[in-house]
């Protein structure tokens, strides 16, 4: 695989505000840093398949986590090139499960979800039985000391989401921050995935809302639990029951809530 991404794209851009505080009965103009927002263009075998809004870093990693999430491919040998430049990004596969659709999906930075509510390839395998993966809710409480630890990004503009993976000793196996929640969640995938980890066996954290799509992701690679400092949706928790993943939402201070199989965990 080859690409052609710039890693020296700014995440952040300075712009002017006027800054108003009624607590304080003041109003000034200052400079503050905002998330950038790209957009990104992703042709397969030639034909145009999706249109991001994206944070343009980890453009490789987002690309083969969408891919891998979304079950357009299996394994990175499916790829025989991958180059991305300019706000386009070509992938040619050896073999396509997927149409090319009539016009493409809009990837949005508001929700991560696509134009279509439809996945293009339909329903997502279910997490693999019998639930052999045991975690320690510590696990789950420093996954989110990592989400906040980490989010340098977030910190500066507050316009950003997090995503992590963990094994289940705890180790940080891939970290990313993006405008979209859908996006960081496929970028540590695609990290994750590209570095050989077996992703049956980890725990992916977000601070995002846990719907049906962040769910039938993680589900498509074999995720086993996904935790989030934010709620679910009915949806994402019917999504986890059919799919037979753990899921756990509103994990804060020493608290979480598990909404499916807490038999992967250890409290």
């Known amino acids: 695989m080859e690409s052609g991404e710039t890693p020296s794209q700014q995440f952040t851009a300075e712009v002017d505000i006027l800054k ?21 263009e992703l042709y397969i075998n030639g034909k145009i398949y999706a249109v991001f809004s994206i944070s343009p870093l980890q453009i490789r990693e987002l690309i083969i986590g969408h891919l891998l ?76 000391e990592v989400l906040n630890s980490r989010a340098s990004t977030f910190r500066r503009t507050g316009g950003t989401h997090a995503s992590t993976l963990l094994d289940r000793d705890g180790r940080v196996l891939a970290f990313s921050e993006d405008i979209g929640r859908h996006n960081a969640v496929d970028k540590v995938v695609g990290r994750a995935f590209m570095d050989g980890v077996n992703l049956k066996e980890t725990l992916l954290a977000s601070t995002g809302r846990l719907t049906s799509e962040i769910v039938l992701k993680a589900a498509q690679v074999g995720i086993p639990v996904v935790t989030s400092i934010s709620a679910p949706t009915d949806r994402g928790v019917n999504a986890a029951k059919e799919t037979g993943l753990t899921l756990i939402g509103f994990v804060r201070g020493r608290k979480f809530n598990v909404y499916t199989y807490p038999e992967r965990l250890m409290i």
């Open 20 to 40: 108003v505080d009624f607590m304080k009965g003041s109003i000034e103009t200052v400079k503050d840093e905002v998330a950038v927002e790209r957009k990104l």
């Open 69 to 144: 999430t979304e079950g357009v491919i299996e394994s990175l040998d499916e790829i025989e090139s991958l180059d991305a430049f300019g706000g386009r990004a070509h992938v040619h596969l050896k073999k396509t499960r997927i149409d090319s659709p009539v016009k493409p999906r809009l990837i949005f930075a508001a929700c991560g979800g696509a134009e279509s509510l439809q996945r293009p390839l339909g329903k997502p395998r279910r997490v693999e039985e019998p639930l052999g993966l045991k975690l320690d809710s510590q696990v789950i409480f420093r996954a989110v």
